[in-house]
């Protein structure tokens, strides 16, 4: 055996390449399970602004203009006439845990016509009985995820109904 070794038997030796081969497999591993629970909380939110799109609308349909005008002094308040502002409170009341409030927006419009476009009674206002409502919440996913520049996703969801009180 040799004391000494050559600088081409340096080059033709092994040792030591299973411990990088390991370290680019656990990056690669790791980097993915990471890229699988982003998507998975992108799902969880646009599953969210779906829901609370529907929540909101139906929130808004059953506190029309003929509760008599009394505001809404909490999201679970019942006998209240609901405003844009008590639709987005009500909307960030629902955030679920790992969503963040201050990255949704609800807007509320009352269009005053009814579900198959045709002009309703607006008597006692926009949020008349048989007028739509229409509400539309939008959620800016932050989209972290290592080895790729950060974005943002804009999730959004709408739904309308009836007012029926």
Request: charged share 15%; glycine share 6%; with cysteine.
């Amino acid at each position: 055996m040799r004391a000494y070794r050559t600088f081409r038997d340096r080059l033709e030796d092994r040792e030591g390449s299973t411990l990088v081969e390991f370290a680019l497999s656990v990056s690669i591993v790791i980097a993915l399970l990471f890229w699988i629970f982003y998507a998975s909380m992108a799902l969880y939110a646009d599953h969210f602004t779906e829901n609370a799109a529907r929540a909101a609308t139906r929130y808004a349909m059953v506190r029309g203009s003929t509760w008599g005008g009394a505001t809404c002094s909490s999201p679970s308040s019942l006998e209240c006439t609901a405003t844009d502002t008590d639709v987005s409170n009500y909307v960030k009341a629902l955030v679920s845990p790992g969503l963040d409030s201050s990255a949704l927006s609800v807007t509320t419009t009352w269009p005053g016509t009814t579900p198959s476009g045709a002009t309703c009674e607006t008597s006692e206002g926009n949020n008349s009985p048989y007028c739509s409502v229409m509400v539309q919440v939008t959620y800016n996913f932050d989209l972290t995820v290592p080895f790729l520049p950060h974005q943002q996703i804009g999730l959004s969801s709408a739904a309308s109904a009836p007012i029926t009180e």
